[in-house]
Nanobody, 116 residues
Framework: QVQLVESGGGLVQAGGSLRLSCAASGSIFIFSIVRWYRQAPGKQRELVAGIGSGGSANYGDTVKGRFTISRDNAKNTVYLQMNSLKPEDTAVYYC??????????WGQGTQVTVSS
């Protein structure tokens, strides 16, 4: 059973940067796509970014131009580089891997807090 483990969250001032990591305990190639979601208190879970096995990426409208998703296949890890952070980016960030044959896998989440 592959597990996804997020890391890299923390407290940062507005305008700062953080890089989140999503490490798979096995091969990340079982996932046709890996996505980052976030959920702020009292709000619905929101898609932040996704990356396919071939490297194609897509982003939510609120983070375009500020966040970059990437993957290191050798390390079985997907990254989310977050720049120009805003207080409204404060949320728990979750990594999701989708496998055509095995369904959805979720990490435990990592807290990102952006102070104004």
């Amino acid at each position: 059973q592959v597990q996804l483990v997020e890391s890299g969250g923390g407290l940062v001032q507005a305008g700062g940067s953080l890089r989140l990591s999503c490490a798979a305990s096995g091969s990340i190639f079982i996932f046709s796509i890996v996505r980052w979601y976030r959920q702020a208190p009292g709000k619905q879970r929101e898609l932040v970014a996704g990356i396919g096995s071939g490297g194609s990426a897509n982003y939510g409208d609120t983070v375009k131009g500020r966040f970059t998703i990437s993957r290191d296949n050798a390390k079985n890890t997907v990254y989310l580089q977050m720049n120009s952070l805003k207080p409204e980016d404060t949320a728990v960030y979750y990594c999701n891997g989708y496998s055509t044959f095995r369904g959805d896998y979720w990490g435990q989440g990592t807290q990102v807090t952006v102070s104004s």
